[in-house]
Structure formats: structure tokens, C-alpha cells
């Protein structure tokens, strides 16, 4: 006979897939920006969409995404270039009181979605919690992160990462036989806590039928007078559960909270886009000055010359040459041309095009095959 209250009898029997709670709510005061910090663009993609994307490995079924400041600007771009896969849906945190406060928004939010009731606590399904400011994450990561807590049963496992400084990261605390305890925030630390390396990325893996009661249960008696997150791991590890850890490549962790750590996490990412691409057949001859967004795709065989900028949804055919000084921003061009110190937006290149120098295309412009162009080129034929 089914449990009164029960919606969805089949949690007993078959888990519900993996969901994704991602927190974008805050107002990243440290940005100085009118801009809400979740939009901030890293190589061409709005930095909590770094976060999406990089859930791309585990098969989520609903990804959660909790806004608050900016909340309006933030649900729009995220609807226009989020990948369908993610099936993206949003829930405001009218008041910012915390991460642990937010993850309960969330959590709320797909369990209204799904019809869960509290009395679904038998649910082994895999909620996963992270911050949309960590642009440089991979998803190999999470999905190491996923397989581990499902292949050890753990209540709760968290993503860590070791730090020579690790100066604003909550410290992972454990028992002499390894276990973890707690993990204390750095304003709540003492000096000996402080001085463990060993750091929380508040990026973590939860059973769904846990990890409900046992934010219910975390107050916001500390420094900040907040609901933390990380306090979730402590009542869990307090009532006898199993917290598991991953070690994370403490690069792929580092949040961005202020434009220095923005042009960080550019320059990372820049990094990898470029040697992705080298490693797929296309040359430059100074990676160091080429600018590619992770939204552009080109073809094999290509030449970029220094001072490319290749922007949003350009596509480079096979057998190009461009640069040097290009910047192209949503243009495509056919294979075998040449474009060099051309700026173009929004346009159309043909096949065997000769564009430039000093060409300026202006939206909408369309090159026809075969065409060269000379000095100040104004896309007329």
C-alpha cells in the first residue's frame, strides 16, 4: 500500500536521474558593475554558462538555475544560449541569506517539479550543487565527482581541491581515520583550521533523499548570520552518513569574484581553447595573440596570423588564412580564402575569397565567391 503522501511510488524502485542545482544569485558587489555578475562574458560565453555546460558529461534531466540579483536579465540569456540539453528552469531567491538557503530554493523548486514529497526519503538519485562562478570547471570533473558518490553510496561528496594559500576557502576538517567531519569557513576558522590546505569548492554531490532533512536541520549561527551549505556536510557526517571527497585540480576550481580573477579565468580558458584547436589541425603562428571563442568553429588546415579575434558564432572554413589584425564576430567564411586586417560582423564570406587589407563588413554584408576586394572595401560588388 503506498505511503500517504506519495507521488511518485517508483523513487523506491527506480532512481530519478541526476538534477543540478546551480547558484547564480548573488550580486558580485566585488565586479563594480552594473552588469549582474552571472553574465560577465569569459571567451565569448556568459560565465554562469560555463557552469551549464560543464554538466554536459552527466546526464542531468533538470538543471535548476537560483537567481536573484538581476534575476529578470540573468533568466533571459540564459534561455537564448543555454544547450538544450540541460532542460535549464529557474528559481529566485528573493533574499539573499545564504548558499545554504539558496540550495533549498532549488531543491525545492525540482521537487515541486517532480512531485516529491518530504516523505520520499528513500530517494538514491544524485543532486548536484555548484556555484555558476566557476567558469574553468571541465566536465570530466563533475563527472568524476557523480561516479564516485554513486559508486561508493556516499551521502554526500564533495569536489576539493589542495591550496598553497588557501586563504577565503572553507577547510576540509576529518577524523584521525580520515573521515570527514565538517568543513568550517574561513571567518568561523581557528588559526589551526586556517592552516589546513585542504579546501572545499562548494561543489558537491548529494542523495536526493537526504540531503532535503538535512538542510532543514543547518542554522545561521555564524559570522555572517547566513544558512551555509557546507554545514549540510556536518549534519549529515553527525547522523552517521558516509561524506566522501574528490580531488580537483585546484585551476578548474578558482571562483572569479572581481575583474582581476575575470582576466584569469580568460587567459586559462583562452589557453585551452587554443591548444583544442591547434591539436585539431589548425596552425598559429602565435597562440599567445590569437582570440578565439569557445562558441566559434573552424575547419582543418586553416592559418591563423597574429591579431585574430574570431567572436561568437563565426565559422572558418577548411583551408583559410586569416589575419594578421582580423576580427571576425559572427561570420562565416567559405573554405580557401584569405582575410587579413578586416573587421567584420554579422556577415557572409564565400568560398576562394580574397578580403582586405583594411576591409571594414558591416552587418550583413555578403562576399561572393571568388571576389577580391581592395583598400576600404564596403561590401558592394
Not at 546551480?22 to 557552469?51: D, Y
Not at 579575434?309 to 589575419?323: A, E, M, N, P, S
Amino acid at each position: 500500500m503506498p505511503t500517504l503522501g506519495r507521488t511518485h511510488e517508483r523513487h523506491s524502485t527506480v532512481p530519478m536521474k541526476t538534477v543540478a542545482i546551480v547558484l547564480a544569485a548573488g550580486q558580485g558587489t566585488r565586479m563594480r558593475s552594473e552588469t549582474p555578475k552571472p553574465l560577465h562574458s569569459i571567451c565569448g560565453r556568459p560565465m554562469v554558462l560555463h557552469a551549464v555546460h560543464a554538466l554536459e558529461l552527466i546526464g542531468v534531466s533538470r538543471t535548476m538555475l537560483v537567481i536573484g540579483h538581476g534575476a529578470q536579465r540573468v533568466s533571459d540569456e540564459v534561455r537564448l544560449n543555454a544547450p538544450e540539453w540541460a532542460l535549464v528552469e529557474f528559481a529566485e531567491q528573493a533574499k539573499q541569506r545564504g548558499t545554504g538557503d539558496a540550495a533549498m530554493v532549488g531543491l525545492r523548486a525540482h521537487d515541486e517539479l517532480d512531485g516529491v514529497t518530504h516523505a520520499d526519503l528513500d530517494d538514491e538519485s544524485t543532486v548536484v550543487v555548484m556555484p555558476g562562478d566557476t567558469p574553468l570547471l571541465r566536465p570530466e570533473t563533475i563527472k568524476l565527482l557523480v561516479d564516485e558518490h554513486e559508486r561508493s553510496g556516499n551521502a554526500a561528496t564533495l569536489l576539493t581541491a589542495v591550496l598553497d594559500e588557501p586563504y577565503g576557502y572553507g577547510r576540509v576538517l576529518r577524523a584521525k581515520d580520515n573521515r570527514v567531519l565538517r568543513v568550517v569557513e574561513e571567518r568561523d576558522a581557528s588559526a589551526a583550521e586556517r592552516s589546513i590546505g585542504e579546501v572545499n569548492t562548494s561543489i558537491y554531490a548529494f542523495k536526493r533523499g537526504l540531503f532535503g532533512p538535512a538542510l532543514r536541520r543547518i542554522q545561521n549561527n555564524n559570522a555572517q548570520g547566513e544558512f551555509y551549505l557546507t554545514d549540510v556536510v556536518e549534519v549529515l557526517a553527525a547522523m552517521g552518513h558516509r561524506v566522501g571527497t574528490v580531488q580537483a585540480d585546484p585551476v578548474e576550481v578558482n571562483g572569479v569574484n572581481d575583474r582581476w580573477q575575470l582576466a584569469l579565468a580568460e587567459r586559462e580558458l583562452r589557453a585551452r581553447t587554443n591548444r583544442a584547436w591547434l591539436l585539431a589541425g589548425v596552425t598559429m603562428l602565435d597562440p599567445r595573440q590569437t582570440f578565439i571563442d569557445v562558441t566559434v568553429r573552424i575547419g582543418r588546415d586553416v592559418t591563423l596570423y597574429p591579431g585574430v579575434i574570431l567572436q561568437g558564432h563565426t565559422v572558418v572554413g577548411d583551408h583559410c588564412t586569416i589575419g594578421p589584425s582580423a576580427r571576425l564576430n559572427n561570420t562565416d567564411v567559405g573554405a580557401h580564402s584569405r582575410v587579413e586586417q578586416t573587421t567584420a560582423v554579422d556577415s557572409v564570406i564565400g568560398e576562394r575569397c580574397e578580403v582586405g587589407p583594411y576591409a571594414h563588413l558591416p552587418e550583413g554584408t555578403k562576399v561572393e565567391s571568388g571576389t577580391k576586394t581592395g583598400a576600404f572595401y564596403d561590401g558592394s560588388q
